[in-house]
RNA sequence: GGUCAAGUAGCUCAGUCGGUAGAGCAGAUGACUGAAAAUCAUCGUGUCGGCGGUUCAAUUCCGUCCUUGACCA
């Protein structure tokens, strides 16, 4: 195909609808759907992460989903090079809907990344060893006299973690680099973008917790706690993607720390706090075309989307 | 009916040797550059079960009543 590529994001909380939606939008359009879910990247995490069926998959092309196997896990900067590479082998045609609820990729694809390796996993263990034995306090100690500019909270052991591992592998200043990022924008993405997404008033939010109950239960129904129980029997109860939503709590119920009965709501009560991540993290980006989950614009979001694609 | 526990924040519970109380979870708000459905930050006035008594002062001690649980009848 000569034309060029158009990528259309399709954003949003979970359980918004918005997988639907760039269904009905990839047919109009003759495009393909790539995910860009957090969780809908790994085998056999399908029922959990409301992942598209078979038969959805059959009516249009759909990329990047259920392709990373336990116990490899994902990563943005991985993400970024699958993608361009999956666009590069000229198999996904525009334009190309980008469906997910993890605004952090949102991010890294649209805005770029600071381009670095994998940080070796013998590093990575270290860091995590040396958290162990000499605590959070000293190796924030470390990090705050390697890179004075930090502004990670000494309790975010996570980055703090992260930071202190590129110090470590490639001694270099996560500080600068964000800075640098914004200077330069050469790892942005290169194709002309909008972005739809589907979300909900704050009054509307016992509403929606409605419908996140329904789909609780029917991922129970539909066997998620099978599907965790399958992982926890290969022994991979410690791959990060068990702790997400639902299946943490699978999790927890298959390890005795959870009653039968309190795991639907328990599930939806991650679910919902998930959402409203969610909702905060998208609502600081303003070119983002909102429409309402409940009383959806369907003709104007196609509308939209027909002038982008037009122009 | 009797004995013994327990009644404190939406929930689970600390605590006050008498000076009107604080954690975790939940909830609200926000941050976010390779785990992100993760990680982290900020936010705590509640008849301390009711009513009496002692006391300058009671949620704390005493009495009594109510509720729940366990045990004994």
């Given amino acids: 195909m000569s034309e060029k590529t158009k990528v259309v994001f399709v954003v949003g909380p979970t359980a918004s609808g918005k997988s639907a939606l760039a269904m009905q939008l990839a047919k109009k359009f003759n495009g393909s759907i790539i995910n860009i879910d957090s969780v809908q990247f790994y085998e056999g995490l399908i029922v959990g992460s409301a992942a598209p069926s078979e038969d959805e998959k059959k009516q249009v092309p759909h990329y990047l989903f259920s392709y990373v196997k336990a116990p490899d896990e994902m990563t943005a900067g991985q993400y970024i090079r699958d993608f361009y590479e999956l666009i590069e082998s000229g198999k996904a045609t525009s334009p190309l809907f980008v469906v997910g609820g993890t605004g952090f990729y949102v991010q890294a694809l649209e805005k770029g990344m600071y381009d670095l390796p994998e940080v070796s996993e013998e590093i990575k263990k270290e860091v995590l060893a040396d958290f162990e034995t000499f605590g959070s306090e000293k190796m924030f100690t470390e990090l705050k006299e390697f890179d004075p500019d930090t502004e990670l909270h000494p309790n975010d052991h996570y980055r703090v973690g992260r930071a202190l591992e590129v110090k470590r592998a490639f001694n270099l200043k996560m500080s600068e ?99 409203k991540k969610q909702k905060t993290w998208f609502k600081r980006d303003e070119a983002i075309l909102w429409s309402d989950v409940f009383t959806p614009d369907y003709g104007s979001l196609e509308r939209e989307v027909q002038d982008f694609l037009a122009k």
């Fill in 177 to 275: 680099f964000k800075n640098a990022a914004a200077a330069d924008n050469k790892n942005k993405l290169p194709y002309p973008s909008m972005k739809i997404g589907l979300t909900f008033e704050t009054n509307d939010k016992e509403k929606f917790a409605q419908r996140v109950h329904e789909r609780t239960l029917k991922m129970l129904d539909e066997g998620i706690i099978e599907e965790t129980k399958h992982f926890l029997d290969d022994g991979f109860e410690n791959w990060a993607p068990l702790s997400s939503v639902g299946y943490h709590e699978a999790k927890a119920y298959l390890q005795g720390e959870l009653k039968r009965e309190e795991l639907a709501p328990a599930i939806t009560q991650a679910t919902m706090k998930l959402v």
